[in-house]
């Protein structure tokens, strides 16, 4: 079996607003995570597209620069999509998107890959959003495993009964599942987050994980429950720290054996595997919000850290 990634879903330009100043930056939640992997030493193909524009080429530059290998059909769109996010004094930011997508199986190369991520705006909009059902359910036949964080965005995908079904059919399909509790609290309102999580592992996700922002995260896996604290110490932005968390976690299960034919070993993960793999992954997250923007870890940078 390959070691491959495969990373399916949108890459979009970033404009970031702070106060009268905007910037331009290659993003998007599955580039990021691809990116992460990338940075990290590992092999990655990135199944998403963008338009024969100046921002096209900024993104596909950015990409190959970490290493992500992209799909020939890459550069296929009208237009290259983007996300206008505008920084609050606290750090957070908030979201306007102007979006194209659409993505197929035939447009993914035929290799083995270890571990399929999808996620994000790419896995709900069509005409997308099909493609990226018939990619994952062909590559878990393969053999691939399967990870998924549905990170949220309303200002795109209407309310949630228009992505629940969709999210939830991604989600039966999935090993690791990885969302926000604030991702939970607008899917499932009047629901409890524990009640949400247990309903994922029912649906048959081996992981599931809640980022908890400044409060660090929760995951399950087994008969294990695991808390564990942020390590972000100094918050430049938080954009790109959920992907950054994802990529790190990935990798970190990868490294154990945990994706691809090992994903059937997920539902007796150890205690000890399971937190050196989450705070492997808070690690990447704590050293991209302390940076502007999506800018995830080398591993030259972790190395360093010890």
Same mark, same amino acid.
């Given at each position: %079996?390959?070691?491959?990634?495969?990373?399916?879903?949108?890459?979009? #330009?970033?404009?970031?607003?702070? !106060?009268?100043?905007?910037?331009?930056?290659?993003?998007?939640?599955?580039?990021?995570?691809?990116?992460?992997?990338?940075?990290?030493?590992?092999?990655?193909?990135?199944?998403?597209?963008?338009?024969?524009? /100046?921002? !096209?080429?900024?993104? *596909? $530059?950015?990409?190959? =620069? /970490?290493?992500?290998?992209?799909?020939?059909?890459?550069?296929?769109?009208?237009? #290259?999509?983007s996300a206008s996010a505008t920084i609050a004094d606290d750090g957070s930011a908030s979201y306007?998107?102007?979006?194209?997508?659409?993505?197929?199986?035939? %447009?993914?190369?035929?290799?083995?890959?270890?571990?399929? =991520?999808?996620?994000?705006? !790419?896995? #709900?909009?069509?005409?997308?959003?099909?493609?990226?059902v018939q990619i994952v359910t062909e590559q878990r036949a393969a053999g691939a495993s399967i990870s998924y964080d549905p990170n949220v965005r309303p200002s795109i995908m209407g309310s949630p009964d228009d992505v629940r079904e969709r999210i939830e059919e991604l989600i039966a399909l999935s090993h690791i599942v990885k969302a926000s509790d604030e991702d939970i609290e607008w899917l499932y309102p009047g629901h409890s987050e524990d009640e949400v999580l247990a309903s994922?592992?029912?649906? !048959?996700?081996?992981?599931?994980? %809640?980022?908890?922002?400044? $409060?660090?995260?929760?995951?399950?896996?087994?008969?294990? *429950?695991?808390?564990?604290? *942020? %390590?972000? #110490?100094?918050? $430049?932005? *938080?954009?790109?720290?959920?992907?950054s968390f994802m990529a790190g976690l990935l990798v970190a299960l990868q490294r154990?054996?945990?994706?691809?034919?090992?994903?059937?070993?997920?539902?007796?993960?150890?205690?000890d595997d399971l937190e050196a793999s989450i705070d492997f992954a808070l690690q990447c997250a704590a050293i991209t919000v302390s940076r502007v923007g999506a800018n995830p870890p080398y591993q030259e940078e972790l190395v360093a850290l010890g």
């Amino acid at each position: %079996m390959s070691e491959s990634f495969l990373v399916v879903g949108e890459a979009l #330009t970033d404009c970031v607003i702070r !106060g009268d100043v905007t910037t331009e930056t290659p993003g998007g939640s599955p580039l990021n995570v691809a990116i992460g992997i990338g940075r990290l030493g590992h092999d990655v193909v990135l199944a998403a597209r963008v338009g024969p524009d /100046s921002r !096209g080429q900024a993104i *596909t $530059e950015h990409a190959r =620069h /970490s290493g992500v290998v992209l799909i020939d059909d890459v550069s296929g769109l009208d237009r #290259t999509s983007s996300a206008s996010a505008t920084i609050a004094d606290d750090g957070s930011a908030s979201y306007v998107f102007d979006l194209l997508w659409d993505v197929t199986p035939a %447009m993914v190369p035929s290799q083995p890959f270890a571990h399929v =991520h999808i996620g994000s705006i !790419g896995a #709900t909009l069509e005409p997308g959003s099909s493609g990226v059902v018939q990619i994952v359910t062909e590559q878990r036949a393969a053999g691939a495993s399967i990870s998924y964080d549905p990170n949220v965005r309303p200002s795109i995908m209407g309310s949630p009964d228009d992505v629940r079904e969709r999210i939830e059919e991604l989600i039966a399909l999935s090993h690791i599942v990885k969302a926000s509790d604030e991702d939970i609290e607008w899917l499932y309102p009047g629901h409890s987050e524990d009640e949400v999580l247990a309903s994922w592992r029912e649906a !048959g996700a081996a992981l599931v994980i %809640m980022t908890k922002g400044a $409060e660090g995260v929760i995951a399950h896996a087994g008969a294990h *429950t695991v808390s564990r604290p *942020t %390590m972000a #110490t100094d918050v $430049e932005d *938080t954009i790109g720290a959920g992907d950054s968390f994802m990529a790190g976690l990935l990798v970190a299960l990868q490294r154990r054996g945990f994706v691809g034919e090992g994903a059937a070993r997920l539902s007796a993960i150890d205690a000890d595997d399971l937190e050196a793999s989450i705070d492997f992954a808070l690690q990447c997250a704590a050293i991209t919000v302390s940076r502007v923007g999506a800018n995830p870890p080398y591993q030259e940078e972790l190395v360093a850290l010890g």
